[in-house]
């Protein structure tokens, strides 16, 4: 049985794969980016967590981390369309359906990144906090 930490994540993953561009979780940046662009998921760290003795609840505030990836010549709005798209994908449901206390992103910090030979990428990681708490942190 998946632990609520991978059941959280394996919802924002799938959560992600139902936009156009291509959503991966945990891959390294392929040669090509596809049109839609590409999102890839970091599972990144729960953190510290807050402690509640009575009843034993652990409270994390799990930093994940989208890495949001265009390519092309029209490559500014393809990627505020990506952003976009991951922010009206988390705001239609803050909750994951119910596996987690709230989702919130944090704003993207995009830089255009020059490929030998082909047009450049605009990229940027988009912070993605998971509010979640578990009765063992290790469940």
């Known amino acids: ?5 991978e059941t959280i994540l394996a919802a924002l993953h799938a959560r992600l794969s139902a ?3 291509t959503a991966l979780r945990g891959e390294v940046l392929p040669e ?8 890839i998921l970091r599972d990144g760290g729960p953190g510290e967590p807050e402690v509640t003795l009575s009843p034993l609840h652990y409270h994390y505030q799990h930093r994940a981390e989208i890495e949001a990836v265009v390519q092309g010549a029209n490559r500014d ?11 009206a994908a988390l705001a239609a449901d803050r ?11 944090e704003a993207p910090q995009p830089v255009d990144l ?20 578990v009765p063992d942190p290790l469940g």
């Open 114 to 133: 020059p490929v030998d030979g082909a047009a450049s990428l605009k990229a940027a990681v988009i912070p993605v906090i998971l509010h979640y708490s």
């Open 77 to 87: 709005t393809g990627f505020d369309t990506l952003c976009a798209g991951v922010g």
């Open 95 to 105: 909750t994951l359906g119910g596996l987690c206390d709230w989702v919130e992103a």
């Open 1 to 5: 049985m998946p632990s609520t930490r």
């Open 19 to 21: 936009l156009p561009a």
């Open 32 to 39: 090509r980016v596809p049109a839609a662009g590409l999102l």
